[in-house]
């Protein structure tokens, strides 16, 4: 069972930029793909980024490319999301998740689909006032 606690989210205003935290539980998370993911109010929650178990690969949604910036630190088991230039369309509820399987090391896949992870955290708000 792994445990996720996002933290970091909060107001801020177009232009600028945030960074939230996936701090999780369990000595293997350090194995496992993470995603960030959210939902805005009356939408479908989407796939934001992900980032395999070493962090070599990361995959990004198109509209966030060179915009967000997803990284993780394994010695503290905590995943972050960066995310510049925030807009308002960019409000929503941001979730990370974790794909609870250990692949072979040599498999560096960073997941798209929400199917693809078996844990996930309460969500932090992310505001971002025009």
């Known amino acids: 069972q792994v445990q996720l606690v996002e933290s970091g989210g909060g107001l801020v205003q177009a232009g600028g930029s945030l960074r939230v935290s996936c701090a999780a539980s369990?000595?293997?998370?350090?194995?496992?793909?993470v995603g960030w993911f959210r939902q805005a109010p009356g939408k479908e929650r989407e796939f934001v980024a992900g980032?395999?178990?070493?962090?070599?690969?990361?995959v990004y949604k198109d509209s966030v490319k060179g915009r967000f910036s997803i990284s993780r630190d394994n010695a503290k088991n905590t995943v972050y999301l960066e995310m510049d230039s925030l807009k308002p369309e960019h409000t929503a509820v941001y979730y990370c998740?974790?794909?609870?399987?250990?692949?072979?090391?040599?498999?560096?896949?960073?997941?798209?689909?929400?199917?693809?992870?078996?844990?996930w955290g309460q969500g932090t708000q992310v505001t971002v006032s025009a």
């Open positions: 998740a974790v794909d609870g399987k250990i692949w072979p090391a040599t498999n560096e896949y960073a997941h798209v689909h929400l199917q693809e992870y078996d844990y």
């Open positions: 369990g000595h293997t998370f350090r194995r496992y793909a």
């Open positions: 980032i395999s178990w070493s962090g070599i690969s990361t």
